[in-house]
C-alpha cells in the first residue's frame, strides 16, 4: 500500500470527500490508493460538445440511431409537476431551439424545479424518442449554458458502484491527478514510445481522465492498448520461459525408418519436419521443451507417436498424459495397434483401471519383467505410487485442458524429461511469445491427403423445420449430432443516463452481433427433445459437474444419444467418428477461431460430414466471419483473420484458446484491430525478456511494479 511515502501510495481516503463510506465503496472496487484510483479508467465518454439541432435529432432517430445526443436548447414553459401513481412524480417542461421543440420529463426529480425558468439556455444530453413526429426527451443531464463559458465537451464516465456517483469519482480524479502529476514516471522503452509516436506514461493517464479533444483521447487511448499488449505479453511469457537444462537424457540413435514403415500412411512434409525438430531437439544438447500445434486432424498423433518411439528405442520409458479418460482410451487404441506390430509395449492407466490391472501396470513401469515403455493416462499418473524408471519423455495432449497444476506436476514428476505439448489450436504468429513463451514450436500446417471435405452451410431461421428434418436423417442413417449454443446470458440494458457513454472506452466487443434473441442452451435442448421426440437427446453445459460431463459424452461417444446439445464444452480432441453433422446455432456469437475449432469435430469418419451455422444476423462483420469459416479450412489461416477482424481478445478472453492462471486481463486492447501495434508490443516484449529473461535488473523495476499491480487489479475484477 505505502510506496514511500509517494502519494500515488497513500489511501484514498486522503482525497477530499473520501470518508469511510464511500473509502468502503471504492475499495469494492479495488481502489485502496491514489494509485489504483488513477488506475480505474472511465469506462467511456459523453461527447457532450457534440450538439445537434432538434431537427438533426429527428433524422439521426429515423435513421436508427439510438443516441444520447447533446442538444443546446432554451427553456419555454415554467416546470409543470403532477404526482402520476404513489411515489411516482412526472415533471414536464417544453423547451425549443431554432428548428424545434421538444417536451423534457424528469421522473421523481422535482427538486430540479427551481434551476429551471422559462428562457434559461442549457446543454441538454440525454435520449430522445419521436412519437408521431413528437420529439420527447426523457430525464437528461442538464448544464447551463452561457455565452462566454465553456462546458467540458467530452465527459469521462467511470464504473461505479453503489455510493459512488460520477460527479463525485469524477472529482476526486482530478484531485488525485493534481496531487500525483509528477509521480506518473515512464516506464516504457524510449525507443518503443519513438517507434511508434506514442505519448509519455503521465499524458497518458492525464487525457484518459480529462481529455479535452477526441484525438488526445485516440493517442493516450493507443498509448494503453500498446502498453496492456506488452504487459501482458511480458507476464505470460514470463510464465512460460523454459529454462533450459542440460540434456541428460540425449538420444544416441535417431533411426526411425524401422516405425515410418509400419505406419500405415506415409507422413505428411509438415509432420516429418514436426518429427526432425523434435528428435533433433532430444539429441541436442538441451532438454526439449516444445509445443506441436496443428489443427484438428492435422495427424499430431503420429508425430507423437515417431517421438515415442525415438524414446523408447534409446531405451526410455514414454508418458502420455490426456484431460479425459475417452481420450486416453482412443490414444491407447492409436498407440497399441502401431506399437503392437514393433514389439513395443503400450499401457493406459486410468482413474477406473481395476486395482489388479493398476498393479501390474505399476510393475511394469518400474521393471523389466512384463516391461511396459509407453503408458498412456490421465492424471491418474499424476497419483501417488505410480512410478515411472527411466521416464525419457512426457507427452501432453490438448494443454488447455489441463489446469496449470496438474501440467506442472507432471513435470515434476518428469524432471530433467523432455517434454512435448500437443495443442489443436492454431494461434496467430503475434501471439507466438503470449503463447508459448521461450518454449520452442513446431507447426504441423498441412493436412494429409484425401481428407473429405466437410460442406459449410450458412443458414437463418428459416431453414428451422429442414434442420430438424436433417438432424432425423442422420439419425436414420445410423449417424449423430452436435448442436452447440453459445453460453451468454442476456444482459438487462441500463437506461440511466448518467451512466450512458457515446463513446465507450473498453473491450465492448463492437464486432459481435448480439442483437438477434439467443436461443439459450437449456430452452434449446428442451425444444429439441420436445420436437425430435424419437430420438435421443442430451445436453451437456459448462456449469455441470466434470463426472457428469464425462458421463454424458461417453454416453454421446458410445452411440447411445443421437444428439447431443452443449454451451462450448465439447472436449477438447474428443473422436467421435460416426458424429456427421454439427449445427451453430447463433453463429454470429462465435469467434472464427471458435467456430473453425467447433467444425473439425465432425468429418472424423468415412460418412459425408456439415457444419451447419444458424444466424439471423444482418451485421455485415457477423456475416463476414461466416463466409469466411465457410470459405476456408486452414486453421492458421482463420486464426490470422480472427486476430484481424476482433482483436487479441478473443484468444485471451474467457473461453480463448490462450489463457492462463492469475493472467492480467486485456481492457482496451481486447478489440484492437491495429495488427501492427499487437506485433510491436510483441516485438518489445521480446527484446526486453531476451536482455533480462526474469526481469531481475533494476532498469526494468519499474516494468515490474507495474506487472505486479495490474496482477492484482486483475483478481479483483475475476471475483
Ligand atoms: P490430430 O492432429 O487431431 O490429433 P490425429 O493424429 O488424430 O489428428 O490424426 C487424424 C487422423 O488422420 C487419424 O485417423 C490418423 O490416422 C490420420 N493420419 C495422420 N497422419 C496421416 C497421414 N500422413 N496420411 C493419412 N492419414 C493420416
Ligand atoms: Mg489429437
Known sequence: MNNNGSMLGRDVSC???????????????????????????????????????????????????????????????????????????????????ETGSVEITWFNQQYLKDQIHTGDTFRFFGRFTAERSKLQLNSPIMEKYQEGVTLPDIVPVYPLTSGLNQKFMASITAEALRLCGRELLEYMPTCALEEL???TYAYTVY???????LSVLESAKRRLVFDELYLLFLSMALGKTAIKKKNAKKLESANISEFLSALPFKMTGAQLRSVNEIIGNMSGETLMNRILTGDVGSGKTAVAEAAAYAAVKNGYRVALMVPT??????????????FDKLGIRCACLTGSTKKRERELILSGLTGDRNR??????????????????????????????FGVNQRAALFEKAKNVHSLVMSATPIPRTLTLAAYGSIDVSRIDELPSGRQKIDTFIVNESFRDRLNGFIIKQAEEGHQTYVVCPAVEESAETADIENAANIELFGVDITLDNSVPLKAATAHADYLADTLSDLNVAFVHGKMKSAEKERVMNEFSEGNVDVLVSTTVIEVGVNVPNATLMIVENAERFGLSQLHQL????????????FVLVSDSKNPEAVSRLRA???????????????QMRGPGDFFGESGTIRQHGQMSLRLAATCRDTA????????????LADDPHLTKESNRKINDKLAALEKMSEHTLN
Open 197 to 199: 509516436r506514442l505519448p
Open 629 to 643: 469459416v465457410k470459405s476456408t479450412t486452414d486453421g492458421f489461416e482463420i486464426a490470422e483473420y480472427d486476430l
Open 207 to 213: 487525457n484518459i481522465h480529462r481529455p479535452t479533444t
Open 599 to 610: 467444425r473439425g469435430r465432425v468429418g472424423r469418419g468415412d460418412a459425408k460430414s456439415y
Open 15 to 97: 482525497l477530499r470527500g473520501v470518508g469511510e463510506a464511500r473509502k468502503k465503496a471504492l475499495s469494492k472496487m479495488g481502489i485502496e490508493t491514489v494509485g489504483d484510483l488513477l488506475a480505474c479508467y472511465p469506462r467511456g465518454y459523453q461527447n457532450r460538445g457534440d450538439t445537434s439541432t432538434l431537427l438533426e435529432i429527428k433524422e439521426k432517430l429515423i435513421d436508427g440511431e439510438r443516441g444520447p445526443f447533446s442538444a443546446i436548447l432554451t427553456i419555454s414553459s415554467e416546470p409543470k409537476v403532477n404526482m402520476i401513481r404513489r411515489g411516482m412524480v412526472l415533471m414536464k417542461v417544453r423547451a425549443f431551439d
Open 325 to 338: 479418460e475417452i481420450l486416453a482410451l482412443q490414444h491407447y487404441e492409436s498407440f497399441s495397434t502401431l
Open 372 to 401: 511396459i515403455d509407453i503408458v498412456i493416462g490421465t492424471h491418474a499418473l499424476l497419483t501417488e505410487g505410480v512410478e515411472i524408471c527411466d521416464l525419457g519423455l512426457a507427452i501432453i495432449d490438448e494443454q488447455h485442458r
Open 677 to 688: 501495434l499487437i506485433e510491436r508490443a510483441s516485438y518489445y516484449a521480446n527484446k526486453t
